[in-house]
């Protein structure tokens, strides 16, 4: 009589208890990516200053950016969120097939972008060393593309723990958190698209 009161009981506990434990894991991971905001925030800072402040932003013989090709790739980017958003959809009604299908669609969006960001740099008719623009573009995209990356390996942990029975079946943390940081990227790339490609 009594262990089949108590079952209830300790079985409500321990899932109160997981419950309590992944929303401080996700407060952590949201402290996380304000202190990374603050670092993104200050190069923001520092690229419009040294753009307002300096009368020879660009270096020598070097008009401004092709906009097309990176345009094509903020478009791609910025959609993978929407796909990343379906993966997450997808797990949270037990699909986990789906869940896998979109979170690779995802990866490959990321990995083109990365491509794509390759391609661009391997065309520049300025490097790192090119003065002040030069310094501050790669430094903004460079520390934008790790944090791709980044994005990318962990989607594919998340993907790899997919196939482990019942992973997810205490909470979905690692995938709400990564999908988390990787709206934070795309948020980040649209400002750098609109300072650096728009506002030549």
Sequence with gaps: MDSSIKTPQIHHAAHEHGHDEEGSKMFGFIVFLLSESVIFLSFFAGYIIYKTTNPNWLPAGVEG??????TINTIILVSSSFVIYFAERCLQQHNLAGF??????????????????????????????????????????????????????????????????GNYDNGHFGVNSTSLFWHFVDVIWIILFILIYVWQ
């Design 65 to 70: 950016l092709e906009i097309v090709a990176p």
């Design 100 to 165: 896998r299908i979109y979170l690779l669609a995802t990866m490959a969006m990321g990995s083109y972008f990365l491509y794509g960001q390759y391609v661009e740099w391997s065309q520049l008719e300025f490097g790192f060393t090119s003065g002040t623009y030069g310094g501050m573009f790669y430094l903004l995209t460079g520390f934008h593309g790790l944090h791709v990356f980044t994005g990318i390996l962990l989607q594919s942990m998340i993907l790899i723990r997919s196939f482990i029975p």
